[in-house]
């Protein structure tokens, strides 16, 4: 029920705060009891429209920035976010128009927005465009290690590894606290294979700094290495015990893959002869568990429900409109083999999460090759079309 005592601004501050917290149903519901009171308050139509797009309810997003730019046509906040939902619909040349016309309107020197908009076309995939924007950014505010660094996440994408260790370096420069880049920075240089480059940032960090396992799991590495650590060395404790706050705890998935990975370890243990090869082990032991599960039923039905397992796949389709099938390892494995072939999958999904984490600040499963792809489609990564 709404309250006819508070002012729209009161009602706008309240579900921003709501929004900030990630509770975007409570700041929605707080919007239309704003609205059902103050119908022609900006501010709020424009809250709506952010608070739809965080529910990926796009249609009444773009209705609620319309609604406001009905009202104001120069509302800078409503045009962003009119572009972002257009990006969603794929009218990129309309969206990229709704983003230029903050330009136009002269708020190049809104840093906070001009670092949206950037961070939205990051997330689309339009990464040398939003180049751009991020530079709009430093020109206005060339102390703001935030800002500088997302010219290092960008041009890190585009493959300018110099240009992106330059303005990672700036930004720490300017704020050596600034843990975001010290990490985005190790990680870069530990692929550059400057591991004592990479080792020294990485000892400028605190465990509570990693969002992501990648990091962690190079730290530690590396301290082992260097320093002739042991596996059990208290050294690596909090490191360990971050790993497993990131990680959570497992699902029903996970519990299931670890009983088969225990089951192929006993049968290596017992010496039993294994002369297929581990994929042909894999499947055997995965319809074992199927059969010993379905035991009571008919033989026929459970040569089906095995056969249909065999054949489930799932296809994706990236922003760019490639589109890849099979199962969901053999699916990330492919996204891997065309941007980074060669490198390990476990470490591939890892540097993608770190990559949209830095240019993001989205957190994306890197743990296993479902939770990777499920995350990567809730984030904007991807579309899983089945």
């Known amino acids: 029920m709404s309250n006819p005592f508070l002012s729209s601004e009161e009602y706008d501050e309240r579900a921003h705060a709501l929004y900030n ?68 619909f794929g009218q990129v040349e309309a969206g990229m128009q709704a983003f230029e016309r903050t330009i136009a309107l002269g708020y190049d020197d809104d840093v906070d927005l001009m670092l949206q908009i950037g961070r939205t076309l990051f997330r689309e995939g339009y990464v040398e465009t939003c180049l751009q924007y991020f530079e709009h950014a430093v020109e206005h505010a060339d102390d703001s290690a935030e800002a500088v660094s997302c010219i290092g996440y960008a041009q890190h994408r585009l493959g300018n590894d110099v240009e992106a260790t330059i303005a990672l370096r700036r930004a720490l420069t300017i704020d050596p606290e600034y843990a975001e880049a010290r990490v985005y920075l190790a990680n870069l240089l530990y692929d550059a294979g400057d591991l004592d480059g990479a080792l020294r940032e990485f000892e400028k960090t605190t465990p509570e700094d990693h969002w992501d396992e990648l990091g962690i799991w190079r730290l530690m590495e590396l301290k082992k290495s260097v320093y002739r650590l042991n596996d059990d060395d208290g050294e690596l404790k909090p490191w360990e015990a971050r790993l497993g706050e990131l990680e959570g705890e497992p699902d029903d998935i996970d519990e299931l893959l670890a009983d088969v ?14 002369p297929a090869g581990p994929l042909e082990t894999l499947g055997t032991l995965l319809t074992g568990l199927a059969s010993q599960q379905q035991a009571a039923e008919q033989s026929e039905v459970a040569s089906t429900d095995v056969l249909m397992a065999d054949s489930d796949t799932h296809r994706v389709v990236m922003r760019d409109g490639s589109s890849f099938e099979g199962s969901w390892d053999e699916i990330v494995q492919a996204l891997r083999d065309a941007r980074d072939a060669g490198r390990p999958l476990h470490e591939y999904m890892a540097i993608e999460a770190r990559l949209f ?16 792809i499920r995350g990567g489609a809730a984030a904007g990564m991807l579309r899983i079309v089945r």
């Not at 739809?52 to 773009?62: D, G, H, I, T």
């Not at 984490?357 to 990777?372: L, V």
């Open 21 to 88: 917290e990630a509770r975007y149903d409570e700041a929605l519901q707080l919007l239309r009891e704003g609205l059902a009171v103050y119908p022609t308050a900006v501010e709020l139509h424009v809250g709506a429209g952010y608070a739809r797009l965080a529910r990926e309810e796009f249609a009444w997003a773009r209705r609620s920035f319309d609604e406001a730019l009905t009202l104001d046509p120069e509302h800078e906040d409503a045009l962003a976010g009119l572009g972002e939902v257009l990006l969603k």
């Open 261 to 274: 990975e225990q089951a192929m370890l006993d049968r290596e243990t017992e010496g039993n002869p294994s």
């Open 357 to 372: 984490y830095g240019a993001t600040g989205i957190n994306i499963a890197s743990h296993a090759p479902e939770a990777f």
